[in-house]
């Protein structure tokens, strides 16, 4: 299974953001002091930005979104960054590293970098200056394979090579101030994702071995979700391992990933359903193993679906991926999260009967999934099918009373009656 890196990249950033965009907000920054000289900017409420600030100037770890508003759903986070900076009393920014190539940690690079040298793995130079829209303006100047040591604002600070969410992801260790910043090894609380070139036993494996080098006074930051003492560290790290090994025998088995889903393998570890991101559910972290281990030996019933649409219409796309649905067999997967994804590339395209139907079949396939009601009821909005709209995103509702998107839309529409 070969994927387009650009399309997995925005598809991941369009499922993790498609609440938001609806309208452009102004960036936002709520900030908390780790040290006295390292604060987090918890940005658009979705990533943390690090400052590490001294005599010598500032320090930043990744630099969030860029000013495409359409992706990010927010405008100007640069802006707001160096505002945030100003107010600390800082503005001279002197480093920048990047932990890993996805664009809400790396899109700010031109704008944040200017002056700074930018510091990254050498993987992830590489996919950058692979993606047509980065900016070269915004590329590493500065890479390593292994570790590198940087010696700032009184500080010896430690890049390490840690791999598994991606291929190139680094870990950066602050030694004096004893804090970890983990990039998106780790969502707090949380299932993280697995991208394209990432793989769940190097993640495992890179986790267990941050648990086991560092000792116990050690504060660890992930990029997303709140900081974690190293008990807690190991919990996610155990939970990694454990359910990657679960998803490896169920695969020994043969057993599909629609039935791994179906039987609920990891139903003891629901209490890692995202928060900050509803979507990385079990069953999504199911995907991205599978994937990740899986990936090259299974086709995605959802591309070749895709495929079919585009080639001769949304009928005979349908009809194959029912017939395979009805197999259950091997050799292909069923996945909501790219169902989802199809349905609303389709939308993008305003082939809106088309998302609807693709929208629908995943409802089929994921009934418990308050996600793809969301997903529907957004369809028909965009067919002006009040009826449908509204009845999809109460089932939505009541699947997750959490879904403010939907008590949104439902208060929008009830209102302009
Ligand atoms: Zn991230």
């Known amino acids: ?114 002056k700074a040298t930018i510091i990254a793995h050498h993987l992830c130079r590489e996919q950058l200056a692979r993606e047509a829209q980065f900016p070269k303006t915004g590329l590493p100047q500065v890479t390593f394979r292994d570790s590198i040591n940087l010696y700032f604002n009184g500080e010896e600070i430690s890049l390490y090579y840690m791999p598994g969410h991606t291929k190139s992801d680094i ?126 030996e299974v086709f995605s019933v959802a591309t070749k679906l895709g495929e079919i649409i585009d080639k001769s219409g949304l009928d005979a796309g349908l009809a194959e991926c029912k017939e395979l649905y009805t197999e259950n067999g091997d050799g292909y997967y069923f996945s909501e999260f790219e169902f989802n994804n199809l349905g609303y590339k389709l939308l993008g395209e305003s082939k809106v009967k088309e998302a609807i139907e693709i929208f629908k079949f995943n409802t089929v396939m994921y009934p418990t999934s308050w996600n793809v009601y969301d997903s529907l009821g957004e369809g028909y909005w965009n067919l002006k099918d009040k009826k449908h709209t509204v009845a999809n995103y109460e089932q939505s509702l009541k699947l997750n009373p959490a879904n403010t998107n939907a008590s949104k839309m439902l208060d929008k529409i009830r209102n302009a009656k």
């Open 171 to 296: 870990i950066v260790w602050f030694k004096n101030s004893k804090v970890i910043c983990l990039g998106d090894l780790v969502i707090s609380d949380s299932f993280t994702s697995i991208q394209f070139d990432g793989n769940a036993n190097r993640l495992g494996k890179s986790l267990q071995a941050i648990y086991e080098k560092f000792p116990d006074d050690i504060t660890f930051l992930p990029a997303h979700g709140r900081k974690l003492n190293r008990s807690e560290l190991k919990a996610n790290a155990d939970m990694v391992l454990e359910t990657t090994a679960i998803i490896t025998k169920a695969i020994q088995e043969k057993m599909s990933l629609l039935t791994m889903k179906r039987l609920n393998i990891l139903n003891d570890y629901e209490k890692w359903n995202g928060q900050l991101f509803k979507q990385l559910t079990a069953d999504r972290w199911i995907d991205y193993v599978y994937f990740s281990i899986h990936g090259s």
């Open 1 to 114: 299974m070969k994927k387009n890196i650009l399309s997995w990249i925005l598809l991941q950033l369009v499922s993790f953001s498609m609440v938001c965009f609806a309208q452009v907000k102004p960036a936002k920054i709520v900030t908390t002091p780790i040290t006295t000289n390292i604060y987090s900017f918890f940005l658009n409420d979705f990533v943390n930005v690090i400052a590490f600030v001294g005599t010598e100037g500032v320090l930043l770890i990744d630099t969030g979104f860029d000013n495409t508003p359409a992706i990010s759903g927010f405008s100007n986070s640069a802006e707001a960054i160096k505002e945030e900076l100003k107010k600390l009393g800082y503005s001279n920014i002197k480093f920048v590293i990047n932990t890993h190539y996805n664009f809400d940690h790396t899109f700010g690079n031109t704008l944040l970098g200017e």
